[in-house]
């Protein structure tokens, strides 16, 4: 019988070599067989690199997890502080830095209520994390914290999905192949998955089903996700204070439209 999770948030994060496994930085990329999800991997690692030494530091990463961008950051010299609600993320991300050789503060905080007493010319809040937040009075929160963190000139830097409509009308008893990896004990790791979508509420409710040849379905992780569509994030940045500078519809920076998978954003706050 296989065994559900169904924690707050995203169970993964209660497991963070398996997360490692599943969404590696740059140095273990070989794992993930599928060519482009590798390269959209890599390009979101030089992504947020670039935007952070573009700021000179310090950054501050929001939902950090277990220090995927924080590690490479600040292994270019830039100070960097990474926050996150999930501990034993954090604990990995501790442990990978010290091995690195490089120091790197880490808080638990709640990305809607964090408070660190300093200001930064850089956020970012990357790979879906604002998606946890499934109410527009929770991403206010979110979006009023940030600023108070934010100095002057600086920069909100964040990515979430574009969601596909054809996506959110899948029928919720199919199942459909979402990844692959290569697990150093197990050999061919798959992931299937089930979701369905509430258009009244525009959260996801996902089921993640892990298997290898041998140990079918022999784990189930259950999530949801909030659905941010493109005019409506335009409106939620405007009430939270924020100009949108640039949208791009990848991390390779290539024009936002309607068949893009990202809306990768950077945003300011208004100078006078």
Request: hydrophobic fraction near 40%; include cysteine.
């Given at each position: 019988?296989?065994?559900?999770?169904?924690?707050?948030?995203?169970?993964?994060?209660?497991?963070?070599?398996?997360?490692?496994?599943?969404?590696?930085?740059?140095?273990?990329?070989?794992?993930?067989?599928?060519?482009?999800?590798?390269?959209?991997?890599?390009?979101?690692?030089?992504?947020?690199?670039?935007?952070?030494?573009?700021?000179?530091?310090?950054?501050?990463?929001?939902?950090?997890?277990?220090g995927r961008l924080t590690l490479p950051i600040a292994q270019s010299g830039l100070s960097?502080?990474?926050?996150?609600?999930?501990?034993?993320?954090?604990?990995?991300?501790?442990?990978?830095?010290?091995?690195?050789?490089?120091?790197?503060?880490?808080?638990?905080?709640?990305?809607?209520?964090?408070?660190?007493?300093?200001?930064?010319?850089?956020?970012?809040?990357?790979?879906?994390?604002?998606?946890?937040?499934?109410?527009?009075?929770?991403?206010?929160?979110?979006?009023?914290?940030?600023?108070?963190?934010?100095?002057?000139?600086?920069?909100?830097?964040?990515?979430?999905?574009?969601?596909?409509?054809?996506?959110?009308?899948?029928?919720?008893?199919?199942?459909?192949?979402?990844?692959?990896?290569?697990?150093?004990?197990?050999?061919?790791?798959?992931?299937?998955?089930?979701?369905?979508?509430?258009?009244?509420?525009?959260?996801?409710?996902?089921?993640?089903?892990?298997?290898?040849?041998?140990?079918?379905?022999?784990?189930?992780?259950?999530?949801?996700?909030?659905?941010?569509?493109?005019?409506?994030?335009?409106?939620?940045?405007?009430?939270?204070?924020?100009?949108?500078?640039?949208?791009?519809?990848?991390?390779?920076?290539?024009?936002?439209?309607?068949?893009?998978?990202?809306?990768?954003?950077?945003?300011?706050?208004?100078?006078?």
């Amino acid at each position: 019988m296989s065994r559900v999770d169904s924690t707050p948030g995203c169970a993964l994060y209660s497991d963070p070599e398996l997360y490692d496994l599943l969404f590696p930085g740059a140095g273990d990329s070989a794992a993930i067989p599928d060519p482009l999800r590798r390269d959209r991997m890599l390009a979101s690692q030089q992504f947020y690199l670039e935007e952070a030494l573009r700021s000179g530091g310090p950054v501050l990463e929001v939902a950090c997890g277990s220090g995927r961008l924080t590690l490479p950051i600040a292994q270019s010299g830039l100070s960097i502080h990474g926050i996150d609600l999930s501990a034993s993320m954090l604990d990995l991300a501790r442990s990978k830095a010290q091995a690195a050789g490089v120091e790197i503060p880490y808080s638990q905080a709640d990305m809607r209520s964090f408070y660190l007493n300093r200001q930064f010319p850089a956020i970012l809040i990357a790979g879906n994390s604002l998606l946890h937040l499934l109410t527009a009075e929770d991403l206010l929160q979110c979006l009023a914290a940030v600023r108070r963190h934010l100095a002057p000139g600086g920069r909100l830097i964040f990515d979430v999905s574009r969601w596909d409509p054809a996506l959110l009308a899948r029928d919720p008893a199919e199942r459909y192949p979402v990844m692959r990896v290569n697990h150093p004990g197990e050999g061919d790791l798959s992931i299937d998955e089930q979701a369905g979508y509430d258009a009244a509420t525009q959260v996801r409710r996902i089921a993640w089903f892990l298997s290898t040849p041998s140990k079918p379905d022999f784990r189930v992780i259950e999530y949801v996700l909030r659905v941010i569509f493109p005019d409506e994030l335009l409106l939620l940045l405007s009430t939270a204070g924020f100009e949108l500078e640039a949208r791009y519809g990848e991390f390779t920076r290539i024009p936002f439209d309607s068949s893009s998978p990202r809306q990768v954003c950077l945003c300011s706050t208004p100078t006078t």
